[in-house]
Every structure is written in C-alpha cells, then in structure tokens.
C-alpha cells in the first residue's frame, strides 16, 4: 500500500513536472512579428496635371524574456512603427514635393503569467507598461520641420500559445477581455486613452507571433 | 442460424463503412453560395438598397488519405440602388455597380476524427479581378470612379466536415488568413460637375501574420463516381 501511494505520488509528480518543463525558471524565450503595407498610386489629369503618392507603413515587434520564476516571465518588448510617404505633384512643369517620415518606438517592460492547458496549449496574461517616443518629420519641398512627442501606457491582455516544436511556439493575443491606459504628449498637446471591455464580439482579427522558449541547458 | 446471419451483416456494414472512408484518388466537387442584402428606409427621402451575391465552386482530388489538391473559381456581383442630387432634387439610380472572379489552387490537409468528422487546413493562391463603379461626392463635385483591380493573394484557410452520406459532404469554414497579397488597380475618376477626368495606376502589397476566426461559411461537397 506505501508503495503504491509513493510511486502513484512520483508518477503525478513526474506529470506536473512535464507539463511545467516548457516553463521553467531560467528558461529563455524570444518572440518577434511583422506587419507591413504600402502603395505606390501614380495619376494623371486631362489637365496638365501629374500627381505621385507612395507609402510604406512597417510594424515590427521583438520580445524577449526570462522565467524568473516556473510559470512566470519578465520581459521587455520593442515595437518601433515606421511610416514613409512621399507625394510629387506637376502642374504644367511646376514641380511641389511633400515628405513624411514618422517614427515610433514603444518599449514595454512586462509580466507575463503562464497556465498550462496541455502540453501544446497555454494559456497567458500579459501585463506592460509602455514607454514611447514619437518623432515625425515633414519636409515641403526644401523645409523640413521636426516635431517630437512622448507616451506612456499600462496595458492588460490575455493570449494562448501553441506548441508546434519542443522549443517553437505560435501566440496570440485575444482582446476578449483587455484593459488599456496610455498619455501621450506630442507637439505640446496631450492627451489621454482609457479603453477596457469585455467584448461580446464573436468574431476576432488575431495577429500571430513567433514564439522561442530556450531553456537553460545545465 | 439467425445469429450467424446477423453477425454477417454487421460484418459487411463495418467493411462497407471502411470502404467508404477510403478516400486516395477520390475527385470531388465543392460549391458554396452566399446573398447579402440591406436596405435604408430614411424618413424624408426614397428608400435605398445595397445587395450582392457571391459563389465558389472547387474541384479537388485527394492524393493521399489526408491530402487533398485542387482549382477553386469564384465569383461575385453586387447591385445597388442609390439616390443621386440632381438639381436640386434626388433621382434614384440602381442597377450592377461592381462584379469579380477569381481563380485558384489550393492544398487540403485533413485529420479525420472519425468516420464522420473531421477537419482540414491549407494554404492557397489566389488571382482575382474585380470591378467597381462608384458614385462619390468630392468637393462639391461628383466623381464617378471606376476601379478595375487584380490581387495575387497567399491565403491559409481551416474548415471542418460533416459526412451525410458515402457521396454529400457538409463543410464549414472555421477561419482564414491572408498572411500576404499583392494588388494592382487601375482607377478612372470622372467629374461631372467640372467635367475633367483623371486616371490612376496603383500598385499596393500587404504583408499581415493576421487571421480571422470564427469565419463560419457553408458549403456542401459531392464526391464523383470512381
């Protein structure tokens, strides 16, 4: 009877362990996602008329984290937004050109607490706190004028993350339920975003990100 | 000498069952259709209209037991009835404004749960043109624009099945994505207020690790005779 007791008792604790195992302290885990559009428009008048209209808009993201302790991670995140746009307009010979150049960059220290479902599903809250600096420039033919801003903002979101190899994973946020707090001071205006819900929407757009979790070899 | 014969039958269901979930080198066909309609109905002026339709039909091949290829062609029209200010008064308009088709192939990977259900994902490629010709008030002006646009798209999408017989599927789509598109429009503006026209060549491309889900469409499969 002890014996059963112990080995059934190692059994559910060699269990626990495995599911933990992906989570444990010390283990080291990257992630990174992109999203990316642009246009190239090019349009001509009956009149002698030409205009020219480019944009690219570039959003990457790259975290990294440490387990500090099972189940739990500290992190920062890097998420700069980066957005050109050019217009070129001709009427009769007279050339105009307009520039655009923005910037973004928001770092996040952050917590993240895991919960396991299985061993290919978990579940996570994602806590931050987001630091920004905004910097556009605008140029009118040969002017260029600078303006430069700053945010900060707490943020709150739940995820799920999939297993697909031991180490490789694919997350993504679920706004189902969020809390979000950010100011933002820019070309001395300020402003200040309060946005919380438990959204009744079916219905979700999920961006996916590209999970690492190195653990510690020892 | 009733139990044998009944212990024969339900072996040879059980085989026929085994036999139907063979499913290599099987061919079959897939369609879904969907309508949108709305209507406004304001106080003080005519009521207005928007509607559409749209279709797809597949014809696919499983390879292996879990692996299906195949064409998809789709199609779409929509309508409109609109109220245009005309001198001072509204005159309605209505008729097709905007049509599309596109073709594609796509790559089908199944788990099959049982001999009733089951679920698949794949990625696809997709060429679509599209048509559209529209009322807008610019400044004062109206413009009518024409917009002639063709997309090559990277999509992935997931669905499940339902088994209602050896040779009707049901299927529902479940999500998709389309992680990234490339497009090129070619737009002509008409003013008619000032009478000048303009023309426009666009060229865009969107890169987006985005999906959407649930996305719950419809749709029935027959499978051909061998």
Redesign the interface.
Known sequence: MRKLILFSSLGILCLVGEVQAQLAKGTRYWGA???????????????PYKSTNNFVNIYPSLRTGWFFKDNTMFGLDLSPSISFSRSKYNLSGDDSEYKYNGLTVNLTPYIRKYKSLSPKWLLYVHSGATLSYVRTKNTNTNESDFKNGYGAGLNIVPGVAYRLTPRFWLESDVSVFNLNLSYVNFNNTNSVNFRTGLTSQ????????AAWYIQKSN | MKKPILLILLLQICLATTVMAQLEGRRFLSGGIGIDFSNTNPDLVEATNDYSGNINIGVGKFTTQNKAVGWNLSGYLGGQKTLRYVNGQYEPKSGINQYGVGVGRFWQFYKHFNEKIGIYAGPDVNLSFNYKKERLTDQEDVNERKTYSTALSLGVGAGIYYRLSERWWLDASLGFATPFSVGYSKVDNDFIGSNTSSKANQFSYNLSPSFTFPSVGLGLRYFLAD
């Open positions: 996602t992109i999203t990316s559009n642009g246009q190239i428009n090019d349009e001509d008048y009956e009149s079916i219905q979700q757009y999920f961006t996916l990100r």
